[in-house]
């Protein structure tokens, strides 16, 4: 009866375009946040680096070629760049002194080997579990990581010898030994590999590892620091391109492509994130409205209903679930226009070959629960006051 009284002969032109503004801004909001945190998480599972983490080194030029210019990195460089608002960390990679080569030691493969060239950075910047990403003097093996390209050239090596090629899971369990030396001496040491990278062109080694080699089997040449590990702000990716072309600096091209895309995608999914909510704040103002317009129009009869003895908390209830079934058609339409937007934009970026998680991101639709909460919230209280404003 009392939905009836106040529902029944009220113009809902007011209300039909609030629902369509919340409908869009709603729609507009969750698919910004679902796609930005894809953006983000794109390649985070192929990489043993962390996101936003390049490496970058001195552009070798004819002035390298004829030793009027060094491509090492000078303390005083290293700490200028540490110090501008693009970098987050940055630390030198170690590189080794030492003589090292890699060498097959299994039967499942015929022998191969090949003097290599091995570096070491700071954990922080991978993902690899630090159980598995350490080494002490006297320990089985030495952990690895493999750059996927030396994998290319075993498999292509064992082609040519008519042998089965090795898959990455077989590759970790095939036996690899270090040797060890300079002028003076040599060292074996067995090795397992424990992951592989495309960014990275030598074999990574733990810092353990590193400083071993080089204490113990020093040489004439010293090791020097040629590239720099360097985590770059979220946002801050084309000041870090800007800095890198002024000082003839590079990164890897397919490292800055994907940085590229991750800092544009970012800003532009951040700008319709703030217009999303620009658009839901708006269209909630318009729905709080008409909430405050229904009452001031039915002041007579919430005052009849309340003279007849229905209680104030009856009527608020009546108004409130009234606007929850709005805010609940809203939600839904929503996320049943994002399920259709996300297959669509999905595939898209599978046929650009962007391979982007399929499954729904909990924030986004947290987002949408979120403002459903709020608007039920300021509904409730704007109903109430109203309400007992006509006692």
């Known amino acids: 009866m009392i939905k009836k009284i106040l529902f029944s002969y009220q113009n809902k032109t007011q209300l039909i375009i609030a629902m369509i503004g919340s409908f869009l801004g709603f729609t ?28 970058i080194q001195k552009k070798v030029s004819n002035f390298n070629s004829l030793k009027l210019a060094k491509t090492d990195f000078s303390e005083r460089e290293i700490e200028s760049i540490r110090k501008e608002s693009f970098t987050e960390t940055l ?3 170690l590189s080794n002194s030492f003589g090292v080569s890699l060498q097959t030691d299994s039967e499942l493969v015929p022998y191969f080997r090949s003097d290599v060239f091995v570096q070491s950075i700071d ?72 992951g592989f990278t495309n960014e990275v062109s030598a074999i990574l080694v733990p810092s353990s590892f590193m400083e071993y080699g080089n204490k113990n089997f020093p040489t004439s040449v010293p090791a020097k620091t040629t590239q720099l590990m360097l985590t ?23 490292s800055m492509i994907v940085g590229k895309l991750k800092s544009v995608a970012g800003t532009l999914f951040s700008i319709l994130i703030g217009i999303s909510i620009i658009t839901v704040f708006l269209a909630g103002l318009v729905l709080v409205q008409y909430a405050q317009l229904l009452i001031s129009r039915n002041e007579y009869e919430i005052r009849t209903l309340l003279r007849q003895g ?8 009546t108004i409130l679930l009234y606007f929850l079934k709005v805010f609940a058609v809203i939600s839904a339409a929503s ?10 934009i999905d595939s898209l970026l599978i046929k650009g070959g962007i391979q982007v998680e399929s499954g729904y991101t909990l924030l986004s639709i947290l987002a949408v629960i979120l403002a459903f909460g709020i608007y039920t919230i300021v509904n409730y209280f704007n109903a109430k006051r109203g309400v007992l404003k006509t006692q």
């Not at 770059?232 to 397919?254: C, D, H, I, T, W």
């Open 28 to 55: 507009f909001l969750v698919t910004s946040i679902h796609y930005l945190i894809r953006v983000n998480e794109f390649g985070e599972g192929e990489e043993i680096l962390g996101n936003n983490t390049m490496i």
């Open 91 to 93: 630390e030198p990679i």
């Open 335 to 344: 996320i049943i226009a994002f399920s259709l937007a996300k297959l669509y």
């Open 232 to 254: 770059v702000k979220e946002g801050q990716f084309g000041e870090f391109e800007n800095y890198l072309q002024k000082r003839s600096l590079e990164s890897k091209e397919n």
């Open 310 to 317: 229905y209680s104030p908390t009856k009527i608020t209830k």
């Open 123 to 194: 954990n922080s910047f991978t993902r690899i579990d630090s159980d598995q990403w350490k080494w002490s003097p006297g320990d089985d093996f030495v952990p690895i990581v493999l750059p996927r390209d030396f994998l290319v050239m075993l498999n292509t090596f064992a082609s040519a010898k008519g042998i089965p090629q090795v898959s990455d899971d077989l590759a970790k369990t095939i036996g690899f030994k270090f040797t060890l030396y300079n002028d003076e001496k040599k060292e074996w040491e067995k090795v397992k590999i424990v």
